[in-house]
């Protein structure tokens, strides 16, 4: 099957706005995982807070429930030391840095539209472009997930999906 000179030209369009989109659907799922990090980083916070209090409040009691306080204050140094050791408060910070990064590049490569279609770069400029943007992408999160995993939240990705095809539409409008 030969493939007409044209054929390419939208083979590598296609490309392009799949990249784009695979990229904004990631920056909007890397979104909403920091803000559930940031909630449940504020919701643990709270928590030993009250810990905290309610173990000080217990040595005013300590006489009579000294098995209560006990539990409170050993809860509370337990939270402590397990709060330290959670990932979601590395996580908010990491994936709030990144995201500007990852903002940048997409707007770079969204910047890039307007000449792939009016046909002002090649085939050939185009696949470089999408290397380019991949390898910059993968940069960006290869440093910051290095000892972090992403979880996986389909409900987020569906959220991401439907922003994602928003903002694509709102581009190809712009277009």
Not at 25 to 39: K, P
Not at 48 to 71: N, P
Request: aromatic share 12%; glycine share 2%.
């Amino acid at each position: 099957m030969k493939i007409e000179e044209g054929d390419m030209d939208m083979e590598q369009r296609e490309s392009y706005w799949k990249m784009l989109s695979e990229f904004h659907s990631n920056i909007f799922y890397y979104e909403m995982i920091q803000r559930q990090s940031h909630i449940w980083n504020q919701a643990f916070k709270i928590s030993l807070a009250v810990l905290t209090a309610g173990s000080v409040a217990g040595w005013q009691i300590w006489e009579k429930l000294s098995t209560v306080w006990t539990v409170i204050a050993c809860t509370s140094q337990v939270a402590l030391i397990v709060y330290e050791l959670l990932p979601f408060k590395a996580r908010f910070k990491d994936i709030k840095t990144l995201n500007a990064l990852l903002w940048s590049i997409a707007l770079c490569a969204d910047n890039h539209l307007f000449d792939i279609e009016h046909d002002e770069l090649s085939d050939g400029q185009i696949n470089d472009l999408i290397t380019e943007y991949k390898k910059l992408w993968k940069s960006a999160e290869d440093k910051f997930f290095q000892d972090d995993l992403i979880p996986k939240n389909e409900n987020f990705r569906q959220q991401a999906a439907k922003k994602t095809r928003i903002y694509m539409k709102q581009i190809e409008k712009e277009e």
